[in-house]
């Protein structure tokens, strides 16, 4: 049972405004990652951390930041909200190889982000 | 060319039908193979998790990896319309010296009653 929370789990704003996508996980995890994902579409990495104080840019270019000062957890800021941003993001953390669960990947339950 | 090739479906089956779902890859790199389940505004839930070529059997899920075709596939036995859901597959492993997973669209499952 994968214990990650995301918050909120729908959002509705106006273009330009400054909002933070906030994910917890209790189960102690090092990585921790933020997917984005349309309808149709494969999974898209757009920041990833491996541990307090690290974090880095994935695949697909966002405008997004991340930040990682407690374990459990991995808040994402968009600066400026667009329609372009409209999207499902979601939130993810695994433990390392060597743990015994092998890089198994669990996800919240995702925030809905619409940009009028 | 993607990494991961997946039929987007939508898939409609019976009830208490076997469902086959596929998907191909072409990076041999890819070392841990999962499936996950995702229902309609949720996050994809784990439902399968294999790292070796061969079957792996949980209750009414069978999962299949042949590394050697880069082929893997999920089975769904006795299908509920509780099935109905998007069935993600999704590959793990490690390239350019970074670990990463890649993911497939998804295929849409109804399971009509």
């Known amino acids: 049972e994968a214990d990650i929370y995301q918050t909120p789990r729908y959002l509705v704003i106006g273009t330009g405004k400054k909002i933070t996508l906030e994910c917890s996980q209790t189960m102690g995890h090092d990585k921790m990652y933020w997917y984005q994902q349309d309808p149709g579409m494969e999974l898209h990495l757009i920041h990833y951390s491996y541990g307090v104080n690290s974090t880095e840019k994935g695949d697909l270019s966002s405008e997004s930041t991340v930040s990682r000062i407690r374990t459990e957890h991995f808040p994402l800021t968009l600066e400026s909200a667009r329609p372009s941003h409209t999207s499902q993001y979601l939130c993810?953390?695994?433990?390392?190889?060597?743990?015994?669960?092998?890089?198994?990947?669990?996800f919240g339950s995702g925030t809905q982000l619409s940009v009028l | 060319q993607k990494e991961v090739e997946q039929d987007p479906g939508p898939l409609s089956v019976p009830e208490g039908a076997i469902v086959s779902l596929n998907c191909t890859y072409s990076n041999s790199a890819f070392q841990y193979f999962m499936w996950y389940r995702q229902y309609s505004r949720k996050g994809p839930e784990l439902l399968m998790y294999t790292y070796s070529s061969g079957n792996k059997e949980d209750g009414r899920f069978t999962a299949q990896v042949d590394k050697s075709s880069k082929y893997i596939s999920l089975f769904i036995r006795d299908s509920q319309p509780s099935d109905s859901a998007t069935y993600l597959c999704?590959?793990?492993?490690?390239?350019?010296?970074?670990?990463?997973?890649?993911f497939g669209t998804g295929t849409r499952l109804k399971v009509l009653a």
């Open positions: 993810a953390s695994s433990e390392p190889r060597g743990r015994g669960t092998n890089e198994k990947l669990f």
């Open positions: 999704a590959m793990g492993g490690t390239t350019s010296g970074t670990y990463k997973y890649i």
